[in-house]
């Protein structure tokens, strides 16, 4: 190691007394941060690289403890270097539900652990620290606004015009009343098998939560969708359907209200998402994700079918036709 950052890295490993250990890299994301797992005879443990000012740790730490406490399975804080951006981190294993599912385990099993684990927070009164950020209009109306932003100029060489950006904006703020008809909680907005591990714990425990920084207060509905309509493989409707209904009948909250608050929740993470793929190709040169931009907007025009969404439907037919919502070259 020689960069200035592997060499603070090296200081903190050895005053942590992992000085020895053998480092190769876990993972990276869609952000600055990067995993690596240590070995030490025996015991090993993880060690994020989180570099400031593209990264603060503070809410993954706080988080994390957070989730702990309330009996869920986020890794456990070692170490911490908070202002040169370092964790050391509980090992959670290998074992995400990405390469479970590949390798063939039973997909019913696992994603009806993680819709307990969401009924369990939605349900329980104690999951929203008291000083978590609000998912408010604002925030939900910056996100939607990527799409806008990122994906229409990529595709098309062209911005959104004035009067077609304020539509949009006055369209989105008319339906998140509806996204509120579900119970606040806590949203870690991030849920989907990448993020998720099996355990060999008891109950809930066993499922393991990796990325949680961002979480905000908002609607219970946000995080199933991200679960069950997932940006990045397809999911059995038949398999949806059940989950939704086992998330009702622990959460008790009425069909249609549910329905209403998964359309809007749904149409508002698709096209944020959109946004974000076009924009970590241009701007941060990961064109990989674009592959994946069908099949959200797939998923965003399932959404804009619920009749709460028709105006919503028709900017976007004006706006963006179905023969224009194609993949942006990266």
């Known amino acids: ?3 200035p950052r592997a060499s603070l890295i090296t200081s903190f490993l050895a005053a942590q007394g992992w000085g020895e250990a053998t480092i190769r890299p876990l993972a990276s994301d869609a952000s600055f941060r990067h995993y690596h797992r240590l070995s030490r005879g025996e ?51 290998d074992l995400t539900y990405t390469r479970q599912l590949a390798a063939g385990a039973d997909e019913g099993a696992l994603y009806a652990l993680a819709t307990d684990v969401l009924a369990e927070i939605a349900t329980n009164p104690q999951a929203i620290p008291v000083d978590l950020p609000v998912y408010d209009d604002e925030k939900l109306l910056t996100e939607v606004g990527l799409l806008t ?13 004035a009067d077609a950006q304020a539509q949009y904006a006055a369209l989105w703020r008319k339906l998140f009343p509806l996204a509120r008809l579900a119970p606040s909680t806590l949203v870690l907005r991030d849920f989907h098998v990448d993020n998720l591990m099996r355990l060999d714990r008891p ?10 920084q961002d979480a905000l207060a908002g609607p219970a509905t946000y995080d199933l969708v991200s679960l069950l309509e997932d940006a990045r493989r ?5 398999l949806i359907e059940r989950m939704k209904q086992r998330w009702l009948a622990r959460v008790g909250l ?6 209403s608050s998964w359309a809007v929740m749904a149409a508002q993470r698709h096209a944020k998402v959109i946004g974000i793929f076009t924009r970590l190709a241009h701007r941060d040169g990961k064109p990989g994700y674009l592959g994946h931009i069908p099949r959200v907007w797939r998923l965003l025009e399932r959404a804009l079918a619920h009749p709460a969404l ?21």
């Open 234 to 238: 397809d999911i059995d409707p038949l």
């Open 149 to 161: 932003e990122w994906y229409v100029p990529a595709l098309t060489g062209q911005p959104v015009s």
């Open 43 to 93: 015991q090993r443990a993880v060690l994020m690289d989180a570099p400031p000012p593209q990264e603060d740790v503070r809410p993954f730490v706080a988080m994390a403890r957070h989730l702990v406490g309330l009996g869920l399975s986020a890794p456990r804080l070692l170490a911490s270097d908070v202002e040169h951006g370092f964790l050391l981190l509980e090992d959670l294993g």
């Open 310 to 330: 028709v105006s919503l439907a028709d900017w976007f037919e004006r706006e963006i036709p179905p023969d224009r919502r194609g993949v942006p070259t990266p």
């Open 1 to 3: 190691m020689t960069s």
């Open 254 to 259: 009425d069909r249609v209200c549910f329905e």
């Open 203 to 212: 109950g809930l425990a066993a499922c393991g939560l990796l990325d949680f």
